[in-house]
């Protein structure tokens, strides 16, 4: 893999958000017009704040939390040292009697060791005094930083009353694009940025999330987190909390990090001259960082157990089957998030494909497991109901010894067992479920498709969506896992992630330095196995992974709609958005249930009259009468988000609240359906919050609407190239006359893209395998493999444009990488190239990545 000789880049007008000819503007506001928030200088900082104390409910809220974080602090700490040192457990166990003169029974306090022995005890124990000097230490520097924060949290909450013109009583109930839109409004007035006249969303986002992009965007391209292949196991992601900090103060923030202040990255790292001696001087410090890890590990360990200890406990006690369930895993978020998505509204989406992911992998319990859990479950109630009769009987029965602590087990195994036994009404339907959650969670590996019923997607999907039990022993060994990590692991890709931030770092005026992934640019990051061919001019490096880029944007256009994008894009929202509209209402000119088995032929439509299924994932039932009544519980997840539908009912609900806003409906609703969430809230504040939470719900359900479509033709492309190309395993003199009658007197209208050849299948492509509204991207060679999502070995590539690579002289150019689960290669049968094909390249860990020059 060959030098990426691209510099570090400032970006042009054409990506800059700023108004035409004002790019390199500085605004000048005479002395007497500057207000208290002209020209804030840490824009990243204040901005961050500003989001912090909306999602923490105002400032009441946020300080009680902090207050109550470092009294936890001290509980956790004390309270422990008192039980090691303070407590005499012989007269708590009953093992030693205590004279009383004026009672025989034994009391609390008569545990407690008096407070003389409790501190020899302390000062004689060095591992006690130091792991109090190390709290306090701790404590100290929170309690420092406690003020400091309450101080800069004055000043926001000041900035929301005064000039925002919002009280911290209305903040809990407004969204946070009506505060983005006020913070949009007022910097022409204060002129909080003087490098641009106006702000826009996208300047917002990239300021509170400028670091959480290079994340997402390195998780992407599989530099991070760091994959392990264990024995029993298999390949396996590690990725904890404890080791996301590690690398943040790495790479961003942190003594010797590659960034010199919250916006700007390095001079250094901007040019490629010095890479290797960068690459040194990095791994180096990933190497002391390691060493410090695991100086610390003891104490920190202590802490993660006595924190667990106390936050877990309880919950256990009263909900034993809480470490059955299960939780999106931090590798799970940071791999589903899009670019340009706030915390809120990537737990908005997962919280809402919780349940179907709960009842997807529900559906892969071991059926000799849940014998063995039956069993189990009737011995130990048989057990239960004996000792419970026995102490209704006579509660003396509880003074004998354990037999308190035998109910309690015995109600721990079966609560456990009975999360092993499934529920005898669940119907087994993997792919009907696994499209509910791809409306949600929006990615996917494209194998996963078709092969939901295969314990392989299971076992990856798992990756995504842990155990909880999982997450906290992930938590609980991280101290002792991260500094390997650090040492033996991430120090190897110190080159390549020196090249990954000078090749994807660009400046954006008013903003500062990016990811460049973060700018959502079709033409330099897409892919042209997801609707972005002819479009981009990214390499095979540039490109996002799993359609990223496309599905980011249209996230971000979605839930931002004042949005302005550059013309390019704006041409590519436009035209997705008319194609998903077109389709929605040509899938909706015929009842789903009158439809043929041939019919239809559009993407939504066969969408739309998907199998059914009696599963159901209701939501809030007052936010569902609401945002979108007809929006269906159960059958398919296109059915249940119908753009048509729940425009109708949106509409229908908003026209009779929001007087004087029929009209501006009517027109937003007769489109796709993105200008309806501008429509002013009611005259009342319950009616404006209705109306947020309706716009809100219905910029979700038209998001999955347009991910579910994205992958539909994306799969269709794919399936459609496929079989085009399966001459691979065929063998070259089949004739036309092999090819079936049914297939011969059928007219399909598709079948004239498709060469008739020798060499071409026997068998035609069903219908519903080929987009009808696509059929200029119909030659779009896909070599997205599909890869999992936890796969490191290898990079999903795009073969190029089929002009290139097919039908100009008959070459198929291929990536020579294994075939994926559900590929056109049939299991155990070689595809013959007889043409060209890559050579086999070696893994990206090991090489410098490609870069083309960025004009």
Known sequence: MAHFDTEYQRLEASYSDSPPGEENLLMHVPEGAKSQWHHIENLDLFFQRVYNLHQKNGFTCMLLGEIFELVQLLFVVGFTVFLANCVDYDI??????????????????????????????????AFVIFVLIISGVFWLHRMVKFIYNVCCYWEIRSFYINALK???????????????????EIQKEHQICIHKKELTELDIYHRILRFKNYMVAMVNKSLLPVRFRLPALGESVFYTRGLKYNFELIFFWGPGSLFEN?????????????????????ASRILWIGIANLLLCPVILVWQILYAFFSYTEVIKREPGSLGARCWSLYGRCYLRHFNELDHELMSRLSKGYKAASKYMNCFLSPLLTVVAKNVAFFAGSLLAVLIALTIYDEDVLAVEHVLSSITLLGVCITVCRSFI???????CPEQLLRVILAHIHYMPDHWQGNAHRYETRDQFSQLFQYKAV?????????????????????????EIIDFFRNFTVEVVGVGDTCSFAQMDIRQHGHPAWMSEGKTEASIYQQAEDGKTELSLMHFAITNPQWQPPQETTHFISQLKERVHREATGASDTHPLSLSESEPRSLIANLLVGPSTSVHFGRDGSLTNHAAAGLSDGASA??????ISSSLHLRSSLSHRAAGNTSTMSKAMAGSGTDARTVSSGSSAWEGQLTSLVLSEYASTEMSI?????????????????????WHRQESDESSDSVPDEVRSEPNPHSR????????????????AIPTSASANSNTTVGHQGAPPHSSSSQRRYSGPAADSFGSGGKVVRSARGVPMGGWAEEGQTAPRHHETLPEESSEDDLPPHIHKIT
Request: glycine share 2%; with cysteine; hydrophobic share 40%.
């Open 471 to 495: 997450f906290i022993l992930e938590e609980l060994i991280s101290p002792v896992v991260t500094p390997i990590i650090l040492i033996f692991c991430l120090r190897r890709k110190s080159l």
């Open 92 to 125: 708590l166990f009953a093992n030693k009697f205590v004279n009383h003169t004026d009672s025989s029974k034994v009391t609390l306090p008569d545990a407690f060791l008096p407070v003389d022995v409790c501190s020899a005890r302390i000062r004689d124990n």
């Open 166 to 184: 919002m009280t911290m009583s209305e903040l809990p109930y407004a969204t946070w694009q009506e505060v983005q839109a006020r913070i949009v």
């Open 753 to 768: 893209h498709f060469p008739r050849s020798h060499t071409f299948p026997t068998t035609v492509p069903s219908p519903s």
């Open 638 to 643: 296109l059915r249940s988000l119908s753009p």
């Open 262 to 282: 919250e916006w700007s990255l390095k001079p250094e790292y901007k040019r490629g001259g010095n890479r290797l001696e960068l690459a040194d001087r990095l």
């Open 706 to 726: 347009h991910a579910l479509y994205m992958h539909e033709l994306h799969k269709q492309q794919s399936r459609g190239e496929l079989s085009r190309h399966t």
């Open 422 to 428: 499934p529920d005898k009404h669940m119907v087994f």
